[in-house]
């Protein structure tokens, strides 16, 4: 799934490439990609005539904010966006197209059809409930220490499980949340509410710094991402212990393993973050 560096690299290709554009007309070849109350007739005949000014991101979705309307998009699993010249054939799994009145299109890809669109009233964007749901963004104005460690306090959740949850903090997904836990040399089973203000302080810390050096690097690409013009991202030069079973740490030396916390495949440093065996006999893995 696409995390936050992938999705703030994917904002920064689309304003090069479309802001300031009109949207001449919308094809939508799959319909339970355009969420209600708005059917998929609609969604295309209100974004006629629409120009797309700018691509803001809130955590994990794209607001392309328009003259009349914000338009919301989640990519989900393995959404995708494409700027193409109108009238070139349709790559498979192509869903959506805006077609632009420069004679260029706008195509959504989504291999498992799960990305989605939703519209608001552009004076009303802030009252999107999945985006008003979620936690602060990962940066060092917004990320408060403070709330962070009263929000760990109140749950016995593995720290890992924590930290992917997006009322808490928003972005974070599974390679950022292992990096981010080695980094701070913390246990991705251990109880949150263990955490003591040390750990706390330095995860805090890493999130910020990892998925900041994340997005400078484009994003990770570990399978098929790519971002809209077509790069692959970089930071997977800079993985520790993501995808690196029985590899050496490169802090100590001891292979790197695997488990599963949250349901989420996890890399860690058995010595550096400590053995999981205590967490799994005294407490909940998520």
Not at 3 to 22: C, S
Not at 75 to 102: A, C, I, N, Q, W
Not at 115 to 141: A, C, H, V, W
Not at 255 to 263: C, L, N, S, Y
């Amino acid at each position: 799934m696409p995390e936050l560096p992938e999705v703030e690299t994917v904002r920064r290709g689309l304003n090069q490439l479309v802001a300031g554009a009109t949207i001449k007309s919308v094809d939508v070849f799959w319909n339970r990609m355009i969420t209600p109350p708005f059917s998929s007739e609609r969604f295309q005949n209100e974004l006629v005539g629409e120009q797309i000014h700018t691509i803001e991101r809130r955590g994990k979705y794209l607001i392309f904010l328009l003259d009349h309307w914000a338009m919301v998009s989640h990519l989900r699993m393995e959404g995708k966006f494409t700027v193409t010249k109108t009238g070139e054939p349709y790559e498979k799994h192509t869903h959506v197209v805006f077609h632009l009145s420069d004679n260029r299109d706008l195509r959504y890809l989504d291999v498992r059809k799960f990305g989605r669109f939703s519209l608001m009233p552009i004076d009303k964007k802030e009252n999107y409930g999945p985006i008003q749901k979620l936690g602060p963004e990962p940066t060092t104005s917004q990320f408060s220490l403070e709330n962070f460690q009263e929000k760990l306090s109140r749950t016995q959740r593995a720290i890992k499980a924590v930290i992917l949850d997006q009322h808490i903090v928003a972005g974070v997904g599974n390679i950022y949340a292992d990096e981010s836990l080695f980094r701070a040399q913390i246990n991705p089973m251990k109880p949150a509410n263990q955490l003591n203000k040390g750990e706390t302080a330095r995860l805090r810390e890493a999130i910020i710094t990892v998925i900041a050096n994340a997005v400078e690097a484009g994003g990770t690409t570990i399978r098929t991402y790519k971002n809209t013009l077509g790069e692959a991202g970089k930071f997977q030069v800079a993985l520790n212990v993501y995808g690196k079973t029985n590899e050496d740490c490169p802090r100590c030396g001891t292979p790197i393993e695997k488990t599963k916390v949250a349901q989420r495949g996890t890399h860690y440093c058995p010595k550096c973050q400590g053995s999981i065996a205590r967490y799994e006999k005294k407490g909940p893995a998520g």
